[in-house]
């Protein structure tokens, strides 16, 4: 399964649960706010030791006291999901 199957699931998952997914800025094709203020990680092929690559599957993040942490690279940031929601869906604010 190559990137683009990957970005057609996708669209088959948002259309089933109803809501309106965007890119994180800064972290665009990694991470996703709805407009229900849910935050997800994408589907990513990553490079694997055993079979060259895998797809690790996106899923909904945990909140934490109202935070979630985001990886980019090897550093991890914890955001406030209140923040997050004002940079992606400022009409909602």
Partial sequence: MN????????????????????????????YMVSQLGQVKSTD??????HFGTRIRRGRILAVNANAVNLTRGRKQTARTVASIMREVWPELS
């Fill in 3 to 30: 990137y683009d199957e990957l970005s057609e699931l996708d669209a088959i998952d948002d259309s089933i649960s109803g809501s309106e997914w965007r890119d994180l800025p800064g972290y665009e094709g990694h």
């Fill in 44 to 49: 990513q092929v990553v490079p694997c030791n």
